[in-house]
């Protein structure tokens, strides 16, 4: 099974609104990375937190880090519509070689 | 800036036919990545190489070829091609493996009949 799981899997929300976007992981890691993904196209990055790190901020994007918890979460506030996308969380794993693990993603979807 | 760049971006395949799959990146990223992305799967890592002469297994190498042919260029080689490999292919690549961000390109479209 895949190391990070967001949740939920789907959101609708109203422009304006904020959304909150969690990801579950499993192993110990060395960051944890946040992805868009616009429909049929490659993967852009917006936010890294590392292992050391509580929280991030960058523009409307807030991300936390719960290494406890082995937990992320993604806030993105006062939406947009063209914040319609696949949103996907990536742990990146020094163990083993370096590899950066996405999960399953939440498909957002803000109505103008 | 190109970027990360892949080719082809669509592409048919019969069962048993083979291909290469080509990505290239003037960013002089050490580490370069190859995923598969099916419907709900997410984005799931076939190989990677963390440096230039290097390349390792990801989570599903199996019917999977690579080749780190310089810093710039990773190729993925599909010998026989099966129906099951029919996916959107994605390379990437990063400066410093997970230390930092990845760079994707656009995908490659891949069906398999």
């Known amino acids: 099974s895949q190391q990070g799981e967001e949740d939920p899997q789907a959101l609708s929300i109203q422009e304006g609104e904020n959304a909150t976007m969690n990801c579950s992981y499993k192993?110990?890691?060395?960051?944890l990375q946040w992805y868009r993904q616009n429909s049929g196209r490659g993967l852009v990055h917006l936010i890294l937190?590392?292992?050391?790190?509580r929280e991030k901020h960058s523009g409307r994007l807030r991300v936390t880090l719960d290494t406890s918890k082995k937990s992320s979460s993604l806030l993105i506030t006062a939406s947009r519509a063209a914040d319609t996308a696949s949103y996907f969380c990536a742990t990146g794993l020094n163990t083993g070689g370096f590899k950066t693990i996405f999960g399953a993603g939440t498909r957002l979807f803000v109505k103008a | 800036n190109a970027g990360v760049t892949q080719t082809p971006k669509f592409q048919v395949l019969k069962t048993g036919q083979s291909m290469t799959l080509q990505c290239a990146q003037d960013m002089n990223h050490n580490s370069m990545y190859w995923y598969r992305q099916d419907p709900g799967m997410g984005l799931r890592l076939i190989y990677y190489s963390a440096s230039e002469g290097t390349t390792d297994k990801g989570e599903v190498p199996n019917g999977y070829n690579v080749s780190r042919l310089n810093k710039r260029e990773f190729s993925l080689r599909l010998e026989s091609a099966a129906p099951s490999q029919t996916s959107v292919y994605f390379c990437?690549?990063?400066?410093?493996?997970?230390?930092?961000?990845?760079?994707f390109g656009q995908g490659t479209r891949l069906t398999v009949v």
């Open positions: 937190i590392r292992s050391n790190e």
């Open positions: 192993t110990s890691i060395n960051n």
């Open positions: 990437a690549s990063s400066a410093q493996g997970v230390e930092t961000e990845a760079f």
